[in-house]
């Protein structure tokens, strides 16, 4: 069965079209020296678990919340500035997320809440306070008020946490590929895809720069710098529920919207 995640996430790169239907001193010894491949997974997956712990935990209603009057007064948003709230959390806490383990039903499922509102609503006026232009935008039915149309938006976060489920799976390809074998549209299941998911992240990174500090324990056994790093700084997050909240209201359920055809046949709603 399909998810919300499977069915929303495939507006996001242009090749996908599923959406419009619907060191020191001595050398390290042999035994501890990782391969190129090897080397890369462990960094890519290490900030898989980094990130979707830094967005989604604590998910509690307690925490010590502020509004975001921190951020720039300038810049332009759909979602509201006063439902942003900012939390301070650990810069780094040890795995123990459920994003944390081998792949699996229930990690897919956990993933498959995180992208409930990959695909939400915007609105004609929020296009136009956005200066977007709406020619051959998607547009759905179901808007407000009744027999408007809503056009299909994406916020960023969940764009990059989109791209960060999908190098996931291609890392790991021999449990996902069997799965999906006979699926329709495995554009988004790609190599190719996975270059655009890991550049997108790339910016976001270099964008939204962390400056925490974080430093290594010496290995006495391997006599070299461990490859654990730790940090004791702390950081100002956006707190996950505050956004997520409002975007789950907005999300494209399955089953409750229609896209509009494109200029070839605009007045008929696509099933």
């Keep these: 069965m399909e998810d919300y995640a499977e069915q929303s996430r495939d507006l996001l790169p242009k090749h996908e079209h599923r959406i419009l239907d619907g060191g020191h001193g001595n050398r390290e010894p042999k035994s501890s020296i990782f391969t190129w491949r090897n080397t890369v997974h462990l960094v890519i997956v290490s900030l898989l678990s980094y990130i979707a712990f830094r967005v989604t935990f604590p998910r509690s209603s307690e925490c010590s919340c502020r509004p975001s009057a921190s951020f720039d007064e300038n810049y332009i948003s759909v979602v509201p500035k006063h439902i942003i709230q900012l939390e301070e959390k650990p810069e780094w806490v040890p795995p123990h997320s459920p994003f944390n383990q081998e792949p699996s039903d229930e990690l897919d499922a956990v993933w498959a809440d995180l992208l409930v509102a990959l695909n939400i609503r915007i ?35 969940y764009h990059h946490l989109h791209c960060l489920n999908n190098i996931r799976r291609m890392i790991h390809e021999d449990y996902y590929a069997p799965r999906m074998a006979g699926a329709k549209h495995l554009e988004g299941f790609s190599k190719e895809h996975s270059d655009h998911c890991i550049d997108t992240i790339r910016q976001a990174l270099m964008c939204h720069a962390n400056t925490g500090v974080y430093t290594s324990e010496w290995n006495y056994e391997t006599r070299n710098p461990s490859r654990s790093l730790e940090s004791k700084s702390s950081t100002t997050c956006v707190h996950w529920d505050s956004l997520n909240t409002w975007a789950r209201e907005r999300a494209l359920v399955p089953g409750e919207y229609k896209y509009i055809r494109g200029p070839y046949d605009p007045e008929k709603p696509s099933s």
């Design 123 to 157: 609105t004609n006026d929020e296009m136009s306070m956005l200066k977007e232009n709406k020619t051959n935008r998607v547009q759905v039915t179901g808007g407000d008020p009744a027999k408007d149309y809503d056009y299909v938006g994406v916020l960023g976060v």
